[in-house]
């Protein structure tokens, strides 16, 4: 288990992580995300040991590791860590740079380990190449199997995926994720490509200037966000205006809505409503239409921008047989499951 404690971390004056609080189950794969300059990598440093903390503490399998006044030094910490430049050793083959950390291993051990890293990680033949004739993914793999060798207790994966192709990011990331499932390891992911975390992590806590915002599911992050800041950075969407009625009931533009869940907005209240392209429905036989400003062909789907009678406009996710021209009206039908709002 790994479990942070109002964390907070500064260089010199400046506090760059300020009360941070988190904790990672046996076994599960979390993700800190957020913006450049956050402090993401700050946190993942701090648990590996290479940055001391201001004050809090940080528990790895029942034993505090850092705090104000504890300093374990790295390497008596057992931490894994996978880099984005992937950090391996060019004048070493494959299988030498898996057995690097091994130290201690006899010769004989040495090669089963490798072998059998080789095979999880999808490499079982290439122990003898060198770095520069692998390619990208493969690095990265090799990087992985490096840092998994000595039996990690929490693996760290700083930005792993950012120097490779997006097409090989999305499914590297959901193979590793087998990997490290498979060893029921528990693992930190930094990243500022919600698509990678959310390909590879159980748990993702998204940051913004030194502050955990919203530690959660992706479904939830997605579906209820605590504030505008993750509502924004999560996902696609707008924010439409909106007045609250009785019983909770939200009237805008769009039409009146009913909370599923109990809001604590009184009667008379301006909100902001988070409208996402999915609650929005394509659909013909609608009474209410919009107008198409703008379409991005998705493969199976298109994002329509659509101008609402009102002037507002929203965003809608059609299956991408729908396919209408720019200027014509179009059927929608509003389909929100949570209902979420913010005060204006
Ligand atoms: N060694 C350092 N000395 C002083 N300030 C630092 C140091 N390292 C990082 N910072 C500052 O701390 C803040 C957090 O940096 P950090 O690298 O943790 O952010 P990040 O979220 O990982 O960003 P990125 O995604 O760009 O790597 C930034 O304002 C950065 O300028």
Known sequence: MLALQHVAIAYSADTVVKDV????MPGQIGCLLGPS??????????????????????????????SAQQHINPEQRQVGMVFQDFALFPHLSVADNISFGLARASKAEKAQKVRQLLQLVGLPNLGNRFMHQLSGGQLQRVALARALAPEPKVLLLDEPFSSLDTDLRESLARDIRDILKQLNITALLVTHDQHEAFAMADIIGVMSDGELQ??????????????RFVADFIGRGVLVPGTVLAEG????????FTPRYNNIMQQGARVDVLIRPDDIVHDDSSPVTAAVVEKTFRGSHILYQLKLKSGEQVQCLALSHHNHAIGED????????????FPV
Do not use: M
Not at 215 to 221: G, K, M, N
Not at 330 to 341: A, E, M, N, S
């Open 249 to 256: 009931k939200v009237e805008t533009n769009l039409g009146i």
């Open 214 to 227: 919203q530690w959660a599911t992706p479904y939830e992050l997605y579906h209820k966000p605590i504030n």
């Open 37 to 66: 300059g956050c402090g993401k990598t700050t946190i993942l440093r701090a648990i590996a040991g290479f940055e001391r903390l201001k004050s809090g503490s940080i528990v790895l399998q029942k034993t505090e590791v850092s």
């Open 330 to 341: 179009i059927g929608i039908r509003l389909d929100l499951d949570h209902l979420v709002l």
């Open 21 to 24: 609080n988190f904790a990672l």
